[in-house]
């Protein structure tokens, strides 16, 4: 039976077009979320997707389409207090974010099942239908647009804010939009892996690349790559060995950057012997 055997079946070339569409969003969002310092958002906003995912989910609708208007709105709402100076980063994403995820919870309990909790914390890749995908491709297009056209002033604004104000740069806007394509990309992964797991697809991909290059423009190539390679090698994994196949996509993630980031302790220690091995020659 071949490697690609899995992907002979309908279900499995449909997840296979979702972790496409993850392994882009999540790269290049991913890039921005570790340069910016945004993690710790980054896994809070995932939660505030709950609320949104579970009335979709319980109305029989794309569970993607109700998760990013969910998470919209929470970005929106932690971008306009992060506006007020009396209230902090930390303190803004606390608070709507466990509202959300609180809110999330209760319509499940009440008016859901335990199943369709588990779909939403962990995510159901395998079935992945054509209306989530077509709602996975406009959130899709809606980050890669602001990472192509505002990349530049979003990496400005995460090196030094203040030398980006100075150049008239909005960042209060900046992080506001910065947010939003975040809650897309949160969005586009949540049917593949879950709110529970989406930040291992998110950080991991883009710290790897880190690890492997230090030019932006490298790691904004070089992330998606690794993305997309973890979910294809994850869903082969699910095929073949029979686990569950966002829990595989996330480890997968975890291995490649373990991978990258010894090899590249291993380099700038090899490195470093050489240099020491050269000025004792002389």
Same mark, same amino acid.
């Given at each position: 039976?071949g490697?690609?055997?899995a992907?002979? %079946?309908?279900?499995?070339?449909?997840?296979l077009?979702?972790?496409?569409?993850m392994?882009?969003?999540?790269?290049?969002?991913?890039?921005?979320?570790?340069?910016?310092g945004?993690? %710790?958002?980054?896994?809070?906003?995932?939660h505030?997707l709950?609320?949104?995912a @579970?009335? &979709? +989910?319980? @109305?029989?609708?794309?569970v993607?389409?109700?998760a990013?208007?969910?998470g919209?709105?929470a970005?929106?709402?932690?971008a306009?207090?992060?506006?007020?100076?009396?209230?902090?980063?930390?303190?803004?994403? !606390?608070v709507?974010?466990?509202?959300?995820?609180?809110a999330g919870?209760?319509?499940v309990?009440?008016?859901?099942?335990?199943?369709?909790?588990?779909? *939403?914390l962990?995510?159901?890749?395998?079935s992945?239908?054509?209306?989530?995908l077509w709602?996975?491709?406009?959130s899709?297009l809606?980050?890669?647009? *602001?990472?192509?056209?505002?990349?530049r002033r979003?990496?400005?604004?995460?090196?030094?804010?203040a030398?980006?104000?100075?150049?008239g740069m909005?960042?209060?806007? +900046?992080? #506001?939009?910065?947010l939003?394509a975040?809650?897309? &990309?949160?969005?586009? =992964?949540?049917?593949g892996?879950?709110?529970l797991?989406? +930040? =291992?697809?998110?950080? #991991?991909?883009?710290?790897?690349?880190?690890?492997?290059?230090?030019r932006?423009?490298?790691?904004?190539?070089? #992330?998606?790559?690794? =993305?997309?390679? !973890?979910?294809? *090698?994850?869903?082969?994994? !699910? %095929?073949?060995?029979?686990? &569950?196949a966002?829990?595989a *996509?996330c480890l997968?993630a975890?291995?490649?950057f373990?991978?990258? &980031?010894?090899?590249?302790?291993?380099? =700038?220690?090899?490195?470093?012997r050489?240099r020491?091995?050269?000025?004792?020659?002389?």
């Open positions: 039976m490697v690609l055997h992907f002979s %079946y309908d279900f499995m070339l449909r997840a077009a979702e972790v496409a569409l392994g882009v969003v999540c790269g290049l969002l991913g890039v921005l979320v570790v340069l910016r945004l993690t %710790y958002s980054g896994e809070s906003l995932s505030a709950v609320p949104g @579970a009335i &979709a +989910l319980i @109305a029989g609708l794309p993607i389409a109700g990013l208007v969910g919209v709105l970005a929106v709402a932690i306009v207090l992060l506006r007020r100076p009396d209230v902090g980063e930390d303190a803004a994403v !606390s709507v974010v466990t509202g959300s995820f609180a919870v209760v319509i309990a009440t008016r859901g099942t335990p199943r369709d909790l588990e779909s *939403i962990f995510g159901s890749v395998l992945v239908d054509g209306r989530d709602v996975g491709l406009a899709a809606v980050v890669t647009a *602001i990472v192509v056209t505002l990349g979003l990496v400005l604004v995460a090196f030094d804010r030398f980006a104000d100075s150049l909005r960042s209060g806007l +900046l992080d #506001a939009l910065l939003v975040l809650a897309a &990309a949160l969005t586009v =992964a949540l049917r892996v879950g709110t797991l989406v +930040l =291992a697809l998110l950080v #991991a991909p883009a710290a790897a690349a880190r690890a492997l290059t230090r932006v423009w490298a790691m904004l190539i070089v #992330a998606p790559v690794l =993305a997309f390679a !973890s979910g294809v *090698i994850g869903l082969e994994l !699910s %095929y073949h060995v029979g686990v &569950a966002g829990p *996509i997968v975890l291995g490649l373990a991978v990258a &980031a010894t090899g590249t302790w291993l380099r =700038a220690l090899a490195g470093s050489l020491a091995s050269g000025m004792v020659a002389r």
